[in-house]
C-alpha cells in the first residue's frame, strides 16, 4: 500500500535569497534582482545568469573532496531544517533516513579551476580533488553532515534530477527501506553548463521570456533545495502532502523534446493517477517554462491536452534562472511556499514575469501576472520537471 507522505519542512536558496520569507516575498512580487549579467563564464563574452550573492559558508573543516560551491550552498539551505532532520534523525535512527538528492554539476566549476592552474603552472592546484567532481558528492556531503548511514544516492538526469528524488525517495519509503527521506538538489554555475548550453543556441541574449513569440532561450541559475519528507503529520507545520509523481522517458532526442509533448503528457496524467485526483482538482501548475522555442511550444501544448487552458500557470525561470539539476526541487519548493502559512496568506499565484508578447503559434495558457490571486486558498500544485532525453517527470503536493 503506498504511504502517505508529507513534506515536513522545506529549505531553499536561490537568486531570489537564502530563506523562505525573503524568497516567498520576492516571489510574489516578481523580483528579478537575482538576474545579472557576468563576464567569466561564457568564452564569447557576457551572459545573464541567475546567481546567489549571500555570502557561503566554509566548508575548510571538511575532507577537501567535500571542499565546492556546491557544497557550500547545501551547506546554507541545510541550515533551514538541520535541526528538524537530526531531531527526526535521532527518532528513527541513522539508517532509516535516506538521502536522495540530484544534481548536474556538482563540484564541476572546482575542475574548471584547477585545469586553468594546471595549464599555467604545470601541476594541479594543492586544494583540488577529482573527487569534487563526483555526482555522489552532494549525497555523501549531506550524509556526512546529518550523520546518517542509510541509503544515500544522488540522480543526475539533468533538468528532472531533483524532481525525480522525490519520486525515488517516495518508492523507498514505500519498500521499508526507510521511513522518512532528506530530498532534494543542489546545482551551482560552472563554465562548462553555460557553453554548453550556448553551443546549443539555448541561452538567452538577455533575461529569458518564457512563452513569449521572443523567446530566445534560457537564463542558466544555480540554487539549493532541500525537504524532509516523511510519513508523520504531526511534524508538518503545513500538512502539505506529496500527492502523486509521474515519470517518462520518451527518448524522443538527446537534447530536444517531443514536439507534440508526448512524454510530458503521459508524467502529468502519471501524477494526477497516483494522486487520485482530475486534472480541474489542480490550482496552480509550475511550468518548466526554460523560454526555449521548443520547450515552450511543447509545454503549452501538453498541458492544454491534459488541463485545458484554463488552469492558473506560470514559469519561475524569469526570476530565478533556470537551476538545472535543482530546478525540479527548488520549484516544488515555490509551490510549498504557495500554500504554506496561514490561509489568508495563500491565495495569491507565483507570477510569470515576461515581455507579454504572446505567441499565436501555441496554445494560449492561463498565464498568472504579478497580484493574481484565487478567492480560496491554494490547495494544490503541480511542477513540471523535463530534461535531456525526453526525461518528464511531474511532482504533484498539496494540502
Given amino acids: 500500500m503506498k504511504e502517505t507522505l508529507y513534506i515536513n519542512d522545506f529549505a531553499l536558496v536561490n537568486a531570489l535569497g537564502s530563506d523562505k520569507e525573503t524568497i516567498k516575498s520576492k516571489l510574489l512580487a516578481g523580483s528579478q534582482s537575482g538576474l545579472s549579467c557576468v563576464e567569466n563564464l561564457l568564452l564569447e563574452g ?15 573543516d571538511k575532507p577537501k573532496h567535500l571542499q565546492s560551491r556546491n557544497n557550500q550552498l547545501a551547506a546554507l539551505a541545510l541550515k533551514q531544517i538541520k535541526a528538524q532532520a537530526q531531531t527526526l534523525i535521532e ?5 532509516r533516513v535516506a538521502i536522495i538528492v540530484g544534481t548536474s554539476t556538482s563540484g564541476i566549476s572546482e575542475g574548471e579551476q584547477a585545469m586553468q592552474v594546471l595549464q599555467q603552472q604545470g601541476e594541479f592546484p594543492e586544494h583540488y580533488d577529482y573527487r569534487q567532481q563526483e555526482i555522489y558528492n552532494l549525497a555523501e556531503f549531506i550524509s556526512e553532515e546529518l550523520a546518517t548511514t ?17 519520486k525515488t525517495a517516495s518508492e523507498i519509503i514505500d519498500a521499508g527501506m526507510a521511513d522518512a527521506a532528506i530530498v532534494g538538489g543542489v ?3 560552472c563554465g562548462m553548463t553555460v557553453n554548453g ?34 510519513k508523520d503529520e504531526s511534524a508538518s507545520a503545513t500538512n502539505i502532502r506529496l500527492l502523486g509523481v509521474g515519470e517518462s522517458s520518451d ?16 508524467a502529468m496524467q502519471s501524477a494526477l493517477t497516483e494522486a487520485g485526483l482530475k486534472a480541474s482538482d489542480v490550482d496552480y501548475i509550475n ?25 492558473p500557470c506560470s514559469s519561475s525561470k524569469g526570476l530565478i534562472g533556470h537551476t538545472l539539476g535543482a530546478a525540479g526541487a527548488t520549484e516544488v519548493g515555490l509551490c510549498w511556499l504557495l500554500m504554506s502559512g496561514d490561509d489568508s496568506e495563500n ?6 514575469v515576461w515581455d507579454h508578447v504572446i505567441d499565436e503559434t501555441i496554445p494560449a495558457l492561463k498565464l498568472v501576472a504579478i497580484g493574481d490571486k484565487q478567492a480560496s486558498p491554494i490547495r494544490r500544485c503541480l511542477s513540471n520537471s523535463f530534461a535531456f532525453g525526453g526525461n518528464n517527470v511531474s511532482v504533484l503536493i498539496g494540502r
Fill in 46 to 60: 557576457p551572459i545573464t545568469v541567475a546567481d546567489v550573492t549571500e555570502a557561503l559558508p566554509s566548508l575548510s
Fill in 91 to 95: 527518532r528513527l535512527g541513522a539508517d
Fill in 150 to 166: 542509510g541509503i544515500c544516492l544522488t540522480i543526475s538526469t539533468a533538468c528532472s534530477s531533483s524532481a525525480k528524488a522525490f
Fill in 187 to 189: 546545482d551551482t554555475l
Fill in 197 to 230: 548550453f550556448h553551443a546549443l543556441n539555448s541561452t538567452s541574449s538577455g533575461i529569458c521570456q518564457p512563452s513569449s513569440a521572443n523567446r530566445d532561450g534560457i537564463n542558466i541559475g544555480e540554487a539549493a533545495a532541500l525537504a524532509i519528507l516523511t
Fill in 251 to 266: 527518448a524522443h532526442h538527446m537534447s530536444a523534446p517531443h514536439p507534440e509533448g508526448e512524454g510530458a503528457i503521459v
Fill in 287 to 311: 511550468l518548466h517554462g526554460t523560454a526555449t522555442p521548443k520547450n515552450d511550444a511543447m509545454e503549452a501544448a501538453a498541458v492544454a491536452h491534459v488541463f485545458g487552458i484554463e488552469t
Fill in 347 to 352: 491565495t495569491t499565484y507565483a507570477p510569470q
